[in-house]
């Protein structure tokens, strides 16, 4: 899931609420400028549609009113088409005249096109007007229309304008400012990345610093003059930085000197025991519970300087790994039988039965040794081994079935002098002194991967402890292996 979670950084969420913003503004711009254009448009084609007809509408009552009173029928109605005809439309309307006398109406729509909504209107009104989509001879189309009833007359005159042509003109400025969003939110978000990337340049240089120098590279510091603003942050991070450094290599210098300290009393005291131990039989038998009780110290003590002094070594960078190619296989068997628990199940795909890494024997051994002495001290020993391949790396895991690790300690337990297993029977029985995970995790690191410690997978107690190692280096076929 990590790596979906890109989004939550301070710089993606900059760079979003920028896209946001610049989306957000230029949409209500958008919205606002296209409303307000579409009722100036509208509100234009009505005036200019409404100054039309009421020009043609004069001229209609003009003419309809100079019709002898004695004129027959054919010649009523020769007149009105002329007039029909005669009546200006620059604005492309179409017109309809129903003249008095029941004579037929005269124009190129049909009456029962008319909404009769609109026909009672101008009955009741004497005049209206209405916005409305109906048929027309192009069709379906948004209309507006006008109409009189000229009742000393008799007589209605309607003109129908079609909107269709300024209907695709808004749509058209609807999708202009459609697109016009869209790229000012994407610039938005460009600008928001290039702005967020400018600020926060100081957090990443300190974040990288700080990244350096958890990795123990102490030689890491900040440079004052990048940013005048932040000389003050930049001085106490490197006066921090300083004093961690002459801490650290006080520690490493006081856990170096100890451990080689140690070891000459160490050796005087193991000296003296075996001296005891080949007396052992003239020794009362209280003296000789206590020289065996002393010999289990004494190995306690001598494995405890040993790690010192492995743990000393890695601090001073004076640990290099000697690798070789080797069938993992075989090197498990060989470690099994030479542990606590020899009889712990070992299990792999049978694709990866003759599976070769390239590490170094020697740490590797000791990883897999702590981590069954650590089943054992806290789970009653290991009851398998697995590994399998998954694609460049290989993972081995270590499985018990005790109490299992809990969750706010499975990070800590890989830390030096730290106790695994929360059971206090168990913690009381406890010989070690915590530098046994502490060394798995070092070794493994030094070998390019990772260890971590979960439940066990098929839902019996217990704990599972996992090992990512790099294939590193193949060796060909045929070449001879280290067993």
Same mark, same amino acid.
């Given at each position: 899931?990590?790596?979906?979670?890109?989004?939550r950084?301070?710089?993606?969420?900059?760079t979003?609420?920028y896209?946001?913003g610049?989306?957000?503004?230029?949409?209500?711009v958008?919205?606002?400028?296209?409303?307000?254009?579409?009722n100036?448009?509208?509100?234009?084609?009505?005036?200019?549609?409404r100054e039309?007809?009421?020009?043609?509408?004069?001229?209609v009552?003009?003419?309809?009113?100079s019709?002898?009173?004695?004129?027959?029928?054919?010649e009523?109605?020769n007149?009105?088409?002329?007039?029909?005809?005669?009546?200006r439309?620059p604005n492309g309307?179409s017109s309809?005249?129903?003249?008095?006398?029941g004579?037929?109406p005269?124009?190129?729509?049909?009456?029962n096109?008319i909404p009769?909504?609109?026909?009672?209107?101008?009955?009741?009104l004497?005049?209206?007007?209405?916005f409305?989509r109906?048929?027309t001879?192009?069709?379906?189309t948004?209309n507006?229309?006008?109409?009189v009833?000229?009742e000393?007359?008799?007589?209605?005159?309607y003109?129908v304008?079609?909107?269709?042509e300024?209907e695709?003109?808004t749509s058209?400025?609807?999708?202009?400012l459609?697109?016009?969003?869209?790229?000012?939110?994407?610039?938005?978000a460009?600008?928001?990345?290039?702005?967020a990337?400018?600020?926060?340049?100081?957090?990443?240089?300190?974040s990288?610093a700080?990244?350096?120098?958890?990795?123990?590279?102490?030689?890491t510091?900040?440079?004052?003059?990048?940013?005048? /603003?932040?000389?003050?942050? #930049? @001085?106490s991070f490197?006066?921090m $930085?300083?004093?961690?450094?002459?801490?650290? =290599?006080?520690? *490493?210098?006081?856990?170096?000197?100890?451990?080689?300290?140690?070891?000459?009393?160490?050796?005087?005291l193991?000296?003296?025991?075996?001296?005891?131990?080949?007396?052992?039989?003239?020794?009362p038998?209280?003296?000789q519970r206590?020289?065996d009780?002393?010999?289990?110290?004494l190995?306690?003590?001598e494995?405890?300087?040993? /790690?010192l002094?492995e743990? #000393? @070594?890695?601090?001073?960078?004076? $640990?290099?790994?000697?690798?070789?190619?080797? =069938?993992?296989? *075989?090197?498990?068997?060989n470690?099994?039988?030479?542990?606590r628990?020899?009889e712990?199940?070992?299990s792999?795909?049978?694709?990866?039965?003759?599976?070769?890494?390239?590490?170094?024997?020697?740490r590797?051994?000791q990883v897999?040794?702590?981590?069954?002495?650590?089943a054992t001290?806290y789970?009653?020993?290991a009851?398998?081994?697995r590994y399998?391949?998954?694609?460049e790396?290989?993972?081995i895991?270590?499985e018990d079935d005790?109490?299992g690790?809990p969750s706010?300690?499975?990070?800590?337990?890989?830390?030096?002098?730290?106790r695994?297993g929360?059971?206090?029977?168990r913690?009381a029985?406890d010989?070690?002194?915590?530098?046994?995970?502490?060394?798995?995790?070092?070794?493994v690191?030094l070998?390019g991967?990772?260890v971590?410690v979960?439940?066990?997978?098929?839902?019996?107690s217990?704990?599972?402890?996992?090992?990512?190692?790099?294939?590193g280096?193949?060796a060909d076929?045929?070449?001879?292996?280290a067993?």
């Amino acid at each position: 899931m990590a790596g979906f979670g890109w989004w939550r950084g301070l710089l993606a969420r900059l760079t979003l609420a920028y896209a946001v913003g610049a989306l957000l503004l230029t949409s209500i711009v958008a919205l606002a400028s296209f409303t307000i254009a579409q009722n100036r448009l509208l509100e234009t084609e009505r005036s200019n549609a409404r100054e039309q007809f009421h020009r043609n509408a004069l001229q209609v009552r003009t003419e309809l009113a100079s019709i002898p009173s004695n004129a027959t029928r054919d010649e009523r109605l020769n007149a009105h088409s002329q007039l029909s005809d005669r009546l200006r439309r620059p604005n492309g309307s179409s017109s309809l005249l129903i003249p008095p006398g029941g004579l037929p109406p005269v124009g190129s729509i049909v009456e029962n096109t008319i909404p009769s909504l609109f026909r009672s209107e101008v009955l009741d009104l004497r005049i209206a007007d209405y916005f409305y989509r109906g048929q027309t001879e192009v069709g379906e189309t948004p209309n507006y229309i006008v109409g009189v009833y000229m009742e000393d007359l008799d007589a209605k005159y309607y003109e129908v304008l079609s909107l269709a042509e300024l209907e695709n003109t808004t749509s058209s400025l609807r999708q202009i400012l459609l697109a016009t969003a869209i790229v000012a939110g994407l610039a938005g978000a460009a600008l928001g990345y290039y702005a967020a990337r400018r600020v926060l340049a100081p957090v990443f240089r300190v974040s990288n610093a700080a990244q350096a120098i958890a990795e123990g590279d102490f030689k890491t510091r900040l440079d004052l003059s990048a940013d005048p /603003d932040l000389e003050v942050l #930049s @001085r106490s991070f490197n006066d921090m $930085v300083d004093a961690l450094e002459v801490r650290i =290599r006080r520690d *490493e210098r006081f856990a170096s000197d100890v451990s080689h300290e140690l070891r000459s009393p160490l050796m005087t005291l193991t000296a003296s025991v075996e001296v005891l131990e080949r007396r052992r039989g003239s020794l009362p038998e209280v003296a000789q519970r206590a020289v065996d009780l002393l010999r289990q110290d004494l190995t306690r003590f001598e494995r405890l300087v040993e /790690d010192l002094l492995e743990i #000393s @070594r890695m601090d001073a960078g004076a $640990v290099q790994l000697q690798t070789s190619p080797f =069938r993992l296989n *075989e090197f498990l068997i060989n470690v099994i039988a030479q542990s606590r628990s020899p009889e712990i199940e070992l299990s792999h795909p049978h694709k990866d039965r003759d599976l070769v890494i390239s590490a170094d024997k020697r740490r590797l051994a000791q990883v897999m040794t702590n981590l069954i002495d650590n089943a054992t001290k806290y789970a009653d020993g290991a009851t398998a081994i697995r590994y399998r391949r998954v694609g460049e790396q290989v993972l081995i895991m270590v499985e018990d079935d005790g109490p299992g690790v809990p969750s706010s300690d499975r990070d800590r337990i890989f830390d030096r002098f730290s106790r695994a297993g929360s059971d206090a029977g168990r913690r009381a029985r406890d010989t070690g002194v915590g530098l046994g995970l502490s060394l798995v995790a070092e070794h493994v690191r030094l070998h390019g991967g990772r260890v971590w410690v979960t439940d066990r997978t098929d839902g019996q107690s217990g704990a599972r402890f996992v090992v990512e190692l790099p294939l590193g280096v193949h060796a060909d076929e045929g070449e001879e292996m280290a067993v």
